[in-house]
């Protein structure tokens, strides 16, 4: 069974570039949550979407915003890029939205803006 | 505001022996403990997951232990293998909710 995938593997740009990460959940998974984790810490919540519908924020600014497809994909976009967006993007995708979420994270994007 | 303080930052043993990693939590609402296992490169596979209903649970090598009165709860991992080395995260989330809060992470080496 494939897990979830996510492309780009890496990714290199710019300070002030924009940048598009995708993703594709489990089979079946309807919600997909976005995750940054930077070098040495453990992932930050940034989003979850369920059904195609924003269900969760976490304390990222506006510059991020993410988007469902009809079949469940994402996509993660971060505007006006900053040094500090450097990171691991992490989707991870559940059967449900809640409870007792049971997450499966793909690889992730790797992100270095310079 | 970290929800989820975990130590220690890393650790080294011996084939065979018992890497215990252990984390806290404040919120009281918390009521889903899950382990995740990364490896470098890759994003965090799910190991083992506990509800404050059990005070302990074992999967193969991998055994969580749970002290709600404490708030704290630890990972053991049995005969630890080199394979095992990487780094193990703990997370918590409220069953009504959607997000993990995550530890900050525990560099394991096991060494032949």
């Known amino acids: 069974d494939a897990g979830v995938t996510q492309s780009p593997t890496h990714l290199i740009k710019t300070r002030g570039q924009h940048v598009t990460l995708r993703c594709s959940p489990i089979?079946?998974?309807?919600?997909v949550s976005w995750y940054q984790q930077v070098l040495g810490q453990g992932p930050q919540f940034i989003f979850q979407y369920y059904e195609k519908e924003e269900r969760g924020r976490g304390n990222f600014p506006d510059r991020f915003s993410a988007r469902q497809f009809p079949n469940y994909s994402s996509e993660l976009n971060v505007n006006a890029l900053l040094l500090g967006d450097s990171a691991l993007y992490l989707c991870a995708s559940s059967q449900r939205a809640y409870p007792y979420n049971e997450q499966f994270f793909g690889p992730g994007t790797r992100l270095t803006v310079l | 505001q970290q929800q989820v303080k975990q130590s220690p930052q890393s650790l080294i043993v011996q084939k065979g022996g018992i890497p215990i990693i252990n984390c806290a939590y404040e919120n009281t609402a918390f009521d889903y403990f899950p382990w995740y296992q990364q490896f470098p490169g890759k994003g965090p596979a799910l190991l083992i997951a506990?509800?404050?209903?059990?005070s302990e649970k074992k999967e193969g090598r991998f055994t969580i232990s749970f002290n709600k009165s404490a708030k704290q709860f630890s990972l053991h991992i049995m005969d630890s293998q080199p394979g095992d080395s990487a780094t193990y995260f703990c997370a918590a989330s409220r069953s009504n909710d959607y997000k993990l809060s995550f530890g900050a992470g525990t560099t394991v080496t096991v060494r032949a």
């Open positions: 506990i509800r404050p209903d059990v």
């Open positions: 089979s079946g998974h309807k919600s």
